[in-house]
């Protein structure tokens, strides 16, 4: 049974599990870096907009023996527990002066997505691409987004030098940066990993005592290594690694260090590496293409490059 095939099998049977419920579609979705799922629509009826659930993976558990019944029953949970209690509308959208405290912009690769970048205003920054969105936030959507194209602006009748400038102005205050150590940013991971398990209050304080060794050590790793790492994105970890665009974050960020190399992650998050005088820019691209490859899903792939940031010139270059 072919993609194609499962997805429409999958439709009616959910549809018919729905009945006078939220219309069911199937429809091919391009997401970042030109990578194109198979998305199940519901459009709940009075709403604009729809929820959607990618069925690539699900496709993958069919062909290695999952049931289908069992599938379509996963999909039905799934969607009855994020279904949402109210109908959203989007009425808004169809004034500028409504959207406009409304957007921020986006980094993503400029070569992976030239064929989206058609239809959506842009600056080109490196190797990179600006793009503008409007950020939908609240208890349903939890943290969404819109993405500008030109059709919107012909609608509103707005250029793309104020759509960008709008954007890029909103941008800090719609999501704020956050700029965390990387041993912190471990610690709390173990720490949550640890007290998720522990029901007993005085074990918990035995295990919290263990993990602040445990980050106390990562810590004098870091520092015998002269390394000094960091996270950096948003407080919504929602496509971070354009916090890079915010005006003096890196420079605050640097103090009296001589500079980063900017690390991508994903489009999500970036690492700030501390400058030492000690790192080999092959080592640095190794690592990046390495990570890139095994560990980045490609909707979320940002760069191979390596990037530095001087605090003396407060520009960032690709290394």
């Known amino acids: 049974m072919t993609l194609e095939q499962f997805a429409n099998k999958v439709r009616n049977a959910v549809s018919a599990y729905f009945g006078e419920g939220p219309g069911v579609t199937v429809q091919k ?13 519901f459009m709940e009826n009075g709403s604009d907009i729809a929820a959607t659930i990618y069925l690539d993976s699900y ?25 949402p ?16 405290g409304r957007l921020a912009c986006r980094l993503i690769n400029l070569e992976r997505n030239r064929e989206l970048l058609e239809q959506v205003p842009h600056q080109v920054w490196l190797d990179l691409a600006v793009v503008p969105c409007c950020i939908l936030m609240g208890d349903e959507l939890g943290c969404a987004c819109v993405l500008i194209r030109y059709a919107h602006m012909k609608r509103w009748g707005i250029g ?11 941008m800090r205050q719609i999501l704020r940066p956050e700029c965390t150590p990387m041993t912190d940013f471990l610690y709390e991971m173990m720490y949550h990993a640890e007290m998720d398990g522990l029901p007993d209050p ?16 990562l810590s004098g790793c870091r520092r015998a290594r002269e390394r000094e790492l960091f996270i950096l994105s948003n407080t919504q970890h929602f496509y971070g690694a354009s916090a890079l665009l915010y005006p ?27 400058d030492t005088g000690k790192e ?3 080592e640095l691209y190794r690592m990046v293409n390495e990570v890139n490859a095994k560990n980045v899903p490609q909707e979320e792939f940002l760069s191979d490059s390596v990037y530095y940031f001087d605090r003396e010139t407060g520009r960032v270059r690709i290394l």
């Open 29 to 41: 979705i391009m997401k970042n870096n030109s990578v194109e799922m198979t998305g199940l629509i």
């Open 160 to 170: 793309e030098e104020s759509l960008m400038e709008d954007a890029r102005r909103n």
């Open 248 to 274: 003096d974050l890196l420079s605050s960020v640097a103090g009296k260090r001589r500079g980063f190399f900017v690390l991508p992650s994903s489009v999500h998050e970036v690492l700030l590496l501390a």
């Open 59 to 83: 496709y993958e558990e069919y062909e290695e023996g999952t049931p289908l019944g069992e599938i379509v029953g996963r999909l039905i949970r799934a969607y009855e527990e994020h279904r």
């Open 85 to 100: 209690s109210e109908r959203l509308r989007l009425d808004f959208f169809r004034d500028y002066e409504q959207v406009r």
């Open 280 to 282: 080999s820019r092959f």
């Open 202 to 217: 005085g074990e918990a304080e035995q295990k919290e005592q263990i993990m602040e060794q445990i980050a106390s050590l």
